[in-house]
């Protein structure tokens, strides 16, 4: 598990510094407006497809705690996933003679057109992480980002002469975006099927979809309040303050959220395990995961906001009014970073899928309203202080229901005991010592 875990943090370091590296790209790339709509049409993505990944959630749940049959749940979800592709596409080949010459249709177009492969890539996602296949996952996380960058590497000198066109650049570099993830898609289906040895011929079995079904309903509903809660100030800034401001507000939010890289490494060691396990097993492995990525979070975030200045030295100047945002934004991304495990352990450990339906429904209320009053006056700094009270409101509610649910002391969430001072010697230890 040690050396799972440690492959994992590998992995994700090497996710972030993609990621991290396409930002600095595209900022290059890009004006900050066209970042900021560049910015607006990943989010979108990442709303729609959070959203259907709710019904993927139930992998974890149907084949490590109802121990149902997994080709008979396989079957159902491809079933899922060409039913979606299909609208989109359809919505998409009917939208594109309407859409194509207004900005905001444009970007629903791009939405559209990178859904399915979006979708696709998150079922594999979601089914190897139900099988624990944690290695194999974090190889194919590595495949879109790295082929982004390939490409945008390959097509930038392309994409500094069409500046004459406009808004070509941004066009060409979010055709490669969705390249990229067409290609993720197909290796991520192929690998997929290999692994976990069943086919992908779509069926339907009532037993599996009557229970499918609903549990995707409230998870599906829980993340996409949890996403509104994650990018609401983003749609709010870039609604009352437009553009440019969001291109600023864009980058300083990827760069806020690379902290939780490491953390959610953490949580998928123990995605298995926390539904798998017997409840007082379950409630032991939980607590641990939390302790782990809560300080963590508390360590990382000190250490990027010492680094915060050296943005504009990466980004260019133009991208120096992101520096204050991120800072503020990173106190938010401290606090809710440390959430998913516990969450993950009231749906798929006690089943309890409507307690995050309503922590997220609350958050989402106080992120928008207070964006609403704050961002007129603060501009976008109200903005990222609106997602941070949000945030931690989150925190604040996920443990005191975790209080009321298990009845353990608080401290167990934040203080570290003699097995985790002896599983830190270990890892922090030479191979040859271990």
Sequence with gaps: MIGRLLRTVVYKLGTSGLSFFIGILTAHLLTVGERGFYSSVGITLLLGNTFIEGYASFFNFGLNRLKLNRQHVVSTAVRHVILISSVSLLVLIIATPLAWKHPLGLQILFVLGALPFIVTFSYCSRLLQALN??????????????????????????????????????????????????????????????????????KRYEKISSLMMPYGHRVATQNLLTQLNYRGDFYMVEWLAGWKSAGWYGVAVSLSELLWQVSQSLSLIVYTGIASADHRDSMALTERTFRYSFWFLIVGGGLMYLAAPVVPVLYGHKFARSVPLFEILLIGTVAYGATGVLTQFFTDQLGKVKYPVYLQGWCVVVNLVTCWFLIPRLGMRGGAIASSAAYMMALILTIAYYRLQTKRPLLNLFIFDAADIMLLRRIFQGPATR
Excluded at 158 to 175: G, V
């Design 133 to 202: 296949e944690i290695d194999l996952l974090n190889r194919l996380n590595l495949i879109q980002p790295a082929t982004l960058i390939v490409g945008l590497i390959f097509l930038s000198g392309e994409i500094r002469r069409e500046r004459r066109f406009p808004h070509a650049a941004l066009t060409i570099t979010l055709s490669m975006y969705l390249l990229s993830y067409l290609f993720a898609a197909l290796i991520a289906l192929i690998a997929t099927r290999r692994k976990a040895s069943v086919s992908l011929r779509p």
